[in-house]
């Protein structure tokens, strides 16, 4: 068992990131953001759900802006171009979940 919570992989320098789950058919992996941190643009390699579990987030898909907080789940489609920053004063983390897993994509 593991809590999400416990042990989150903030960063000095840029993003911090843990991977949680691997399997064919599902990768969720966490993402940890330290205020002003961001994931840089970037296409989605599969069908992906951003899960906030803290703090407050920009998203921009394909040029879309959609600000996320808490609680807030994201649909992005395959092949989506995406960047994510951290907007907030507060550290902010969220699940990436993949599936397929993308290592299943490439079939």
Avoid: W
């Avoid at 649909?75 to 993308?102: D, H, Y």
């Amino acid at each position: 068992m593991l809590n999400v919570l416990q042990g989150i992989p903030y960063q000095a320098e840029g993003m911090g990131k843990r991977k949680l789950v691997d399997e064919k058919h599902l990768l969720v992996m966490q993402i940890a953001l330290r205020a002003g941190q961001s994931v840089p643009q970037h296409n989605a390699n599969s069908n992906v759900h951003l899960l906030v579990l803290s703090g407050e987030v920009t998203v921009t898909i394909d040029n879309d802006g959609h600000m996320l907080k808490q609680g807030d789940l994201l649909a992005v489609a395959f092949k989506s171009s995406m960047s994510i920053k951290n907007i907030g004063a507060q550290e902010a983390t969220f699940l990436v979940i993949k599936t397929p897993n993308p290592c299943e994509m490439q079939k």
